[in-house]
Every structure is written in structure tokens, then in C-alpha cells.
């Protein structure tokens, strides 16, 4: 990936990958009441709950990411923006959050809902983690693009 004197690549995906960690971490402690580990499990699992899903955020955000840039063939990212790098990055994230959820609530209970979840009907999916799976890397993508100056590593 090339630089047409917007953002490098590796300084997109650094503020990218930011992003997605912290505001993941935030979003996991957040919504845990919504689920019934808030109120059956320990401190010390709820905290390796949360930590354990973000890294699985990270990497689900990262493959999505990825894959969308090779479908998409966008070889000057973050300097281009492209509005289908975006759809099918969230598309991506999306799919796997909402097959991860059905996965391990519906067949392998390894987690549930609390009766304080939304549910979206028709996929049975929790309306906490479909939110994540729009607004964050929405913002990932916005701090991704932003020029190298406005930031300091």
C-alpha cells in the first residue's frame, strides 16, 4: 500500500487498531450487565470475559479489515477512503459477531443473554453487539484517515 501524501498505511492501521482496542475494551465492560456472567460470575471473570472478547474484537476487526482491502483492491488506504472498504469491512464483522453469538449462545450455551438485552428478532442477536459491530469501526475508520500530524506516537 502507497502513500499519495495522505496517511501511510502502517500509521492507518496503528490508529485503526487503536481504536478498535480501547473503544472494544470500553464497549465490553459496558455491556456485560447485559449478560448473565454480570450476575453469576466473579470479578476476576467478568474481567477476563471482557479482555478475552476484545482480543477477539482486535482480530475480528483486523481480518475483516483486511479482507475487505483485498476485495476491494484499495491499495492507497487510509488515504482513500473507499465507501465499499468500509461496507465490507462492517459486513464482515458484522457476519462473524452475529455467527459467534448464534454459535455460542444457541448451540454451545457458553454464554447468554441477561433479560436486560435488547434482542434484534428474526436473528436472535443481541442489539449491544450489533451496535459494536457499526458505530466502532465506523470510528476506527475515521481516526485511520486522519493526517499523521494530528497525532503523536
Given at each position: 500500500?502507497?502513500?499519495?501524501?495522505?496517511?501511510?498505511?502502517?500509521?492507518?492501521?496503528?490508529?485503526?487498531?487503536?481504536?478498535?482496542?480501547?473503544?472494544?475494551?470500553?464497549?465490553?465492560?459496558?455491556?456485560?450487565?447485559?449478560?448473565?456472567?454480570?450476575?453469576?460470575?466473579?470479578?476476576?471473570?467478568?474481567?477476563?470475559?471482557?479482555?478475552?472478547?476484545?482480543?477477539?474484537?482486535?482480530?475480528?476487526?483486523?481480518?475483516?479489515?483486511?479482507?475487505?482491502?483485498?476485495?476491494?483492491?484499495?491499495?492507497?488506504?487510509?488515504?482513500?477512503?473507499?465507501?465499499?472498504?468500509?461496507?465490507?469491512?462492517?459486513?464482515?464483522?458484522f457476519a462473524y459477531?452475529?455467527?459467534?453469538?448464534?454459535?455460542?449462545?444457541?448451540?454451545?450455551s457458553t454464554w447468554?443473554?441477561?433479560?436486560?438485552?435488547?434482542?434484534?428478532?428474526?436473528?436472535?442477536?443481541?442489539?449491544?453487539?450489533?451496535?459494536?459491530?457499526?458505530?466502532?469501526?465506523?470510528?476506527?475508520?475515521?481516526?485511520?484517515?486522519?493526517?499523521?500530524?494530528?497525532?503523536?506516537?
Amino acid at each position: 500500500m502507497r502513500s499519495t501524501g495522505g496517511v501511510n498505511w502502517l500509521s492507518g492501521m496503528r490508529r485503526y487498531l487503536f481504536v478498535i482496542a480501547s473503544l472494544n475494551l470500553l464497549w465490553e465492560f459496558a455491556h456485560m450487565p447485559l449478560y448473565d456472567l454480570w450476575s453469576t460470575g466473579s470479578v476476576n471473570e467478568i474481567v477476563f470475559a471482557a479482555v478475552h472478547c476484545t482480543g477477539g474484537d482486535i482480530l475480528i476487526a483486523l481480518c475483516a479489515l483486511i479482507g475487505a482491502l483485498i476485495l476491494t483492491q484499495n491499495d492507497e488506504w487510509p488515504t482513500l477512503q473507499k465507501r465499499s472498504t468500509i461496507v465490507i469491512t462492517i459486513a464482515l464483522g458484522f457476519a462473524y459477531t452475529a455467527f459467534s453469538e448464534w454459535l455460542n449462545i444457541e448451540v454451545r450455551s457458553t454464554w447468554a443473554y441477561s433479560d436486560l438485552m435488547p434482542v434484534i428478532p428474526v436473528i436472535n442477536m443481541g442489539l449491544s453487539p450489533a451496535l459494536q459491530w457499526l458505530i466502532i469501526p465506523l470510528l476506527a475508520f475515521r481516526a485511520a484517515s486522519k493526517s499523521v500530524r494530528n497525532w503523536r506516537y
